[in-house]
């Protein structure tokens, strides 16, 4: 099992930053992807970002809104990922998720709000 453990969250207003870092307890396979998802109110859960381990790449892959914004990041050696997010718009506003995946298993961490104010 992997558990997920999030931070960074909070209230910003717009144009400001944030950085989010979630740290896994273990990694299971040495090919997997780490990533970031949000959840706004009333809307599906969609991918921000996500980042492959260095043997699968170190590729990324970011939602279209936040190129440019927002950069992710994970440090194999700590087995965490952080997502850097500048110049966040309210629109921004949702609770983010991140995320491990490999062959086999899938986990998510329990999640961390991101309010961002006109």
């Known amino acids: 099992q992997v558990q997920l453990v999030e931070s960074g969250g909070g209230l910003v207003q717009a144009g400001g930053s944030l950085r989010l870092s979630c740290a896994a307890s273990?990694?299971?396979?040495?090919?997997?992807?780490m990533g970031w998802y949000r959840q706004a109110p009333g809307k599906q859960r969609e991918l921000v970002a996500t980042i492959t381990s260095i043997t699968s790449g170190g590729n990324t892959n970011y939602k279209d809104s936040v190129k440019g914004r927002f950069t992710i990041s994970r440090d194999n050696a700590k087995n965490t990922v952080s997502l850097q997010m500048n110049s966040l718009k309210p629109e921004d506003t949702a609770v983010y998720y991140c995320?491990?995946?490999?062959?086999?298993?899938?986990?998510w961490g329990q999640g961390t709000q991101v309010t961002v104010s006109s």
């Open positions: 995320n491990y995946k490999d062959r086999r298993y899938d986990y």
């Open positions: 273990r990694i299971l396979f040495s090919n997997n992807v």
